[in-house]
């Protein structure tokens, strides 16, 4: 009885110590960023600019909503880049839709020939979103004005680059091969003052287990 319970315990040792290797080897990356949808995609040029905004709808959203829609987390499992694809600056290696009321698509970059995560917040040649495109949108504010925002397309490059100085590598290898899990959530929401449209962009990026 002694010795069963000594090896069933060296075996779940031996288990732990396994899977513990396990994770290790695995890169996690974790970005989260916020913007004001009126100043990054038409900055200067929105008439009621400086008035409360009373909610926003999308093609799906037809119900306006006063204050907070999120969607996801939507998970994927993308792959990495191909030999055939040009080599660095990366143009999109996949793009992918999502079930979602609020992202119309995502350009993804992965597992890039070389080190995957920047140092820096430009991610020319390393892996990150390229691209978000939005559904388009309705802002309605206080005086009955709508403005349509139709150009929402968010580059990623520069402002949805996960990179080490800002923390967003959080374990693993700076240099992983293989698919990844993917999650991205992303929140609309009209900030407390009523004065901003708030996008709150989230994602993740997991290798996979050996």
């Known amino acids: 009885m002694e010795r069963k319970t000594i090896n069933s315990c060296i075996a779940a040792i031996f288990t732990l110590v396994l899977w513990t290797i396990e994770v290790r080897s695995q890169t996690e990356i974790h970005f989260a960023k916020t913007f004001n949808l009126l100043e990054r995609i038409q900055p200067g040029v929105v008439p009621t600019y400086g008035l409360g905004i009373v909610g926003f709808k999308t093609v799906s959203l037809t119900d306006l909503v006063r204050r907070t829609y999120t969607s996801g987390p939507h998970p994927y499992f993308v792959g990495g880049a191909r030999p055939e694809d040009p080599p660095c600056p990366f143009t999109p290696v996949f793009s992918l839709r999502y079930p979602s009321n609020i992202i119309y698509s995502v350009d993804w970059v992965c597992n890039v020939s070389g080190r995957d995560i920047s140092e820096d917040d430009d991610c020319a040649c390393e892996t990150h ?82």
Do not use: K
């Not at 925002?149 to 959080?170: A, E, M, Q, S, Y």
């Open 129 to 210: 979103i390229a691209n978000i495109q939005l559904m388009p949108i309705w802002v309605y504010f206080v005086d009955g004005s709508v403005r349509y925002l139709n150009d929402h397309r968010i580059p990623g490059r520069f402002v949805l680059c996960p990179n080490i100085r800002d923390g967003h590598h959080i374990r693993g290898p700076l240099d992983f091969g293989g698919p990844v899990d993917t999650w991205i959530t992303l929140t609309l929401r009209v900030a407390d003052d009523s004065m901003s449209l708030l996008a709150d962009i989230e994602y993740n990026i997991i290798t996979s287990r050996l």
